[in-house]
């Protein structure tokens, strides 16, 4: 099954944002990061962006939908910092960024700095490991105050940056060869870094369509073959959406639905303890709900078909929906639902 639809803009209100602090451009640096995931950055008197950043460019580590969720509550520009690549070492993992992570934050509005990190600290537990990664924090004060006198949308300021992707590449795996030389520490090989970002950089293009057939293998990769019925439950399917200029960007949904003219768009957070998903987890949801919500033409087969969008929140444990209300940020979700269009779901059962 393959999910078709358009999205030309988006209209939702959040209700789960934290308050956030202010810092000054001036006296931020990475402890700034460290402390703060999302934080409002004042330039000068007259601006502010909304700023969250990245630990990984891969997006199931520390949460990243939830601190970009956190600045959506913003009325100004918002604003995330995603490494390009980020190397723990040979004991550790590798990530590069891809399509579909500069897709979404595209389609939510959300202006992508891509940037590096530039020092490090030994992991003491392994041999090849390194932690505490910092960014080139002058670098990021540089295109911050370049986007302030940037006109055009989200869309067009990701794309111009996915041009600099070679240059950002060569000084980030600079980075790492001085880092790895400072601290004895056997990193990942660079010849096969620098073949995926030489794949990545030689055009936008070219980049957006490594990544999006990487994006649609791993789209692929997810999703459930479904039986040819009408009725589905807890059966994943691709969706395929296309923006105001045409271009195609292709997720998974956890969890389709059909239904006579209806099609339910489900995305699931489970908790295997507790009696609700923790908060993070619930926004990383809602960030994918957001773009349901602002969906339209939705088509399955060229049939069209109503969509409702379905936040999904599951336990191992048995919970009436009198004793769920008790807690805030259920209440504070419900209103959300409510505002913008969407259903919730607790196991089996609909709270909206």
């Known amino acids: 099954m393959n999910i078709y639809a358009e999205i030309k803009g ?5 209700y789960l944002c934290r308050d956030l602090k202010t810092y000054d451009i001036n006296y931020i640096n990475n402890d700034t990061f460290y402390r703060d995931a999302t934080f409002i950055l004042k330039i000068n008197n007259n601006n502010r962006v909304a700023l969250s950043w990245w630990v990984s460019p891969k997006r199931t580590r520390s949460y990243p939908y939830a601190r970009v969720y956190d600045s959506l509550a913003f009325t100004g520009k918002k604003v995330t910092v995603i490494p390009l690549v980020k190397d723990e070492g040979k004991d550790g993992d590798r990530d590069f960024l891809q399509w579909d992570t500069v897709a979404l934050m595209s389609l939510l ?11 490090a600290v030994k992991n003491p537990h392994y041999n090849n490991k390194i932690t505490k990664q910092r960014f080139d924090i002058i670098y990021i004060k540089d295109k911050i105050r370049e986007l302030l006198n940037y006109q055009s949308d989200a869309l067009h ?4 940056e996915l041009d600099n992707v070679n240059n950002i590449g060569k000084i980030a795996l600079e980075a790492y060869k001085s880092i790895s030389k400072r601290l004895n520490v056997e990193l990942h090989s660079i010849e096969h870094a620098e073949k995926r970002i030489e794949d990545l950089s030689k055009s936008k293009e ?3 369509k490594l990544s999006r057939e990487l994006a649609e293998n791993a789209q692929r990769r997810e999703v459930v073959t479904i039986q040819p019925k009408e009725y589905l439950q807890g059966s994943k399917a691709a969706i395929t959406i296309k923006n105001y200029l045409g271009g195609y960007y292709y997720f998974t949904c956890d969890e389709v ?16 303890h507790g009696e609700i998903p923790a908060l993070e987890d619930i926004k990383d949801g809602l960030l994918k709900i957001i773009l349901y919500t602002n969906l339209e033409n939705v088509s399955i087969n060229n049939k069209s078909y109503k969509h409702i969008p379905v936040l999904k929140l599951t336990t191992n444990k048995k919970v009436s929906k009198e004793s769920l209300i008790r807690y805030d940020v259920i209440k504070q979700l419900i209103n959300e639902a409510k505002t913008n269009g969407f259903k919730i779901m607790y196991n089996e059962f609909f709270l909206v």
């Open 157 to 160: 300021w990701n794309l111009s």
């Open 10 to 14: 988006i209209k939702y209100k959040p």
């Open 257 to 272: 639905r059909v239904d006579d003219n209806q099609v339910y768009l489900i995305e699931g957070k489970h908790t295997t």
């Open 206 to 208: 070219s980049f957006m």
């Open 109 to 119: 509005g959300v202006y992508v700095i891509i940037a590096y990190y530039v020092d």
